[in-house]
């Protein structure tokens, strides 16, 4: 069978990574035949591959049936636009758009179900997190009624900021922490267990670098259900955390330094409390360590699955659309912060869009005035 040709867009850290991981045939139904980045420069990071001076002459080169975007969030939505709309194959690094608003205009432009749309979601092949969200869908927690989830070992010196014009700016970057760390988790946070309707949030702004965009994000989300939710992130604490709690009708799920626990109730909690005659006691619980080990193929994975859905037609693992929920959250999260006021979902992408916009024009750091 004919490898089908792929081309990286942007040559950084992320999109040397992946050119390599092609070259080194970890892929095997993925070639790569071309390369390009805003700098000449980075063509030295892959002497191997054609070099083409610019993504719209690598998505007119005939060179490629498929792109990997990896360059700066603003322009996955135009680059990723343009590779669609000649017919190529689409796999987008995270996250898929800066902003709703243009998220809806890159999804817009797939408009052929026989081309592959697909994001760079690797964290979703990681076992743990699929043991969970099976855990939520074949009912084995029952009704969820609080998910706590506190993601600071995102943790990023001053040298990682200063590392690229673009980074935690409004104008180069469109956030901080929200728009580049957390898309994954987000991400997580709605494939594992829906999206919220409402959401209230407290950002904080260059608390721990001198930067404009939040490095720190305390997040409140509501359920149609009744559900609710802690969402809690940073990139300045150290040593930081990631623990994600769920408490459930059924008991209660703790996931922290890659150990699944589950402690399942006797009886449902809700009914425990009803029928109990006990004034303080609580259902007794059994503890079962879920069987998980790894964190799955991730990056690798999700590449040998885009190359499978253009193959043979293999459901994605994540489909770009996808892509647009996570982006919301991070917008209605900034926007809860910018307006000191819950944001109700679905969010309205043009009046984000204007509050981004508005954070650009006045932004020290930027160029459009
Ligand atoms: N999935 C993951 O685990 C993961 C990890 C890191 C980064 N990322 C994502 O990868 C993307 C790139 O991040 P990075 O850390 O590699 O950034 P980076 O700054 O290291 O690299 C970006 C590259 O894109 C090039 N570039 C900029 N504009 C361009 C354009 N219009 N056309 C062609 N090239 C252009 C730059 O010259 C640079 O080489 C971001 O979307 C980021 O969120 C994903």
Redesign the pocket.
């Given at each position: 069978m004919n490898k089908i040709r792929i081309g990286v867009?942007?040559?950084?850290?992320?999109?040397?990574?992946h050119a390599r991981t092609l070259l080194e045939d970890k892929v095997p139904g993925l070639q790569l035949t071309a390369v390009?980045?805003?700098?000449a420069k980075?063509a030295e990071a892959v002497p191997e591959v054609t070099f083409l001076p610019?993504?719209e002459a690598m998505i007119a080169s005939g060179k490629v049936d498929a792109v990997l975007?990896?360059?700066?969030?603003f322009?996955?939505t135009?680059?990723g636009i343009a590779a669609l709309e000649a017919g190529l194959h689409v796999l987008?690094?995270?996250?898929i758009s800066v902003h709703k608003a243009d998220a809806e205009k890159l999804i817009a432009a797939h408009t052929n179900p026989k081309q592959v749309f697909a994001a760079?979601?690797?964290?979703r092949t990681d076992p743990y997190y699929i043991a969970i969200r099976e855990m939520v869908r074949d009912g084995t927690l029952g009704p969820v009624r609080r998910i706590s989830w506190t993601i600071t070992n995102w943790f990023r010196t001053a040298a990682y900021y200063a590392?690229?014009s673009?980074?935690a700016t409004w104008e180069g970057e469109g956030g901080g922490i929200l728009?580049?760390q957390c898309?994954?988790n987000l991400d997580l946070f709605s494939w594992m267990f829906g999206q919220p309707q409402r959401v209230r949030a407290f950002c904080q702004f260059g608390r721990y670098h001198d930067i404009e965009v939040e490095d720190d994000v305390t997040g409140y989300f509501e359920y149609t259900n009744g559900t609710t939710a802690t969402f809690i992130a940073s990139t300045g604490e150290a040593p930081g955390t990631n623990r994600l709690e769920v408490a459930a009708e059924n008991g209660r799920l703790i996931l922290e330094n890659d150990k699944l626990v589950f402690n399942q109730n006797e009886m449902p909690m809700s009914e425990f409390c009803r029928t109990s005659k006990e004034a303080f006691f609580m259902p007794k619980t059994v503890e079962k360590v879920i069987a998980v080990s790894g964190h799955g193929e991730?990056?690798v994975g999700?590449l040998r699955n885009f190359a499978e859905a253009i193959a043979d037609g293999k459901p994605l693992i994540a489909p770009a659309e996808e892509g647009i929920l996570s982006v919301e959250l991070a917008n209605a999260m900034l926007l809860s912060s910018f307006e000191d006021r819950p944001v109700d979902l679905p969010m309205n992408g043009a009046v984000y869009e204007q509050a981004l916009q508005g954070k650009i024009a006045s932004s020290a750091r930027s160029h459009v005035k």
């Open positions: 867009i942007g040559l950084g850290n992320m999109g040397r990574v390009t980045d805003a700098v980075a610019t993504p975007i990896a360059t700066p969030h322009s996955h135009t680059i987008v690094e995270k996250p760079m979601f690797n964290q590392s690229g673009w980074r728009l580049n898309p994954h991730q990056h999700i």
